[in-house]
């Protein structure tokens, strides 16, 4: 018997453990806006550089150790933008399959 309420409570713990969690509410349009944020520093940051550099400066970049910079705010840039577009683009997409159905009787079960 202690043998069966042992793997009961384990099955129980497993089950607690594995319950999916909605994300909060909130979620996406706080990513969102970090994605922005994170684009539009990336684009100054650049702006700013390529506006201070003098003519030696500029004579300097022919050597590829002198492109971290611009390279890194290009790369940061691209890819907080990506992900934007990827966010955006989840976020208009309506669910479908049994997740879709599950949400459809479940409104038609209990009207909000």
Avoid: C, F, Y
């Avoid at 300097?60 to 955006?88: E, I, K, M, Q, S």
């Amino acid at each position: 018997m202690s043998e069966e309420t042992g793997h009961l409570q384990l099955e129980a713990l497993l089950s607690d453990a594995l319950r999916p969690i909605e994300p909060p509410e909130d979620l996406v349009s706080r990513v969102e806006s970090t994605l922005t944020a994170i684009t539009e520093q990336a684009a100054a940051e650049l702006s700013s550089w390529a506006e201070e550099l003098s003519e030696g400066e500029r004579e300097a970049l022919r050597d590829p150790r002198n492109w971290v910079r611009p390279v890194a705010a290009v790369a940061v840039g691209t890819v907080a933008g990506g992900a934007l577009v990827l966010v955006g683009m989840r976020r208009r997409r309506r669910p479908t399959g049994l997740r879709a159905t599950a949400e459809n009787v479940l409104k038609t079960v209990r009207p909000d």
